[in-house]
């Protein structure tokens, strides 16, 4: 039988200001704790982000005010509960393609 595995999200703030945005957020949700500190993790390139670990549900919302509040971020995630935390590039836009008639 196949396990369920956890995907636990991560969210690195590229600015001051982004970094100030996620954490009052939190604070506001009664998210922000022991478990929800800003921490260095390794990612799968062998970069060490700081990241905040963060909710699916978090992730969607920072990703709906991005536009509008100007935030700076990039989202990880990871596969259980070990190993490296991977770039998240499926919340960004799509490319455009250009349909060419001939």
Request: hydrophobic fraction near 35%.
């Amino acid at each position: 039988m196949a396990r369920d595995t956890i995907t636990y999200w991560f969210v690195e703030p590229r600015n001051i200001f982004t970094n100030q945005v996620i954490a009052s957020r939190l604070a506001q949700q009664n998210q922000a704790g022991e478990d929800r500190q800003a921490v260095v993790m390794l990612d799968d390139r062998g970069k060490s982000p700081s990241v905040w670990q963060v909710d699916y549900s978090f992730v969607a919302e920072l990703l709906c005010s991005k536009r509008t509040v100007s935030l700076d971020f990039r989202v990880y995630n990871r596969q259980g509960d070990r190993g490296p935390i991977r770039c998240w590039k499926f919340g960004g836009k799509k490319k455009k393609r250009v349909l060419v008639f001939r």
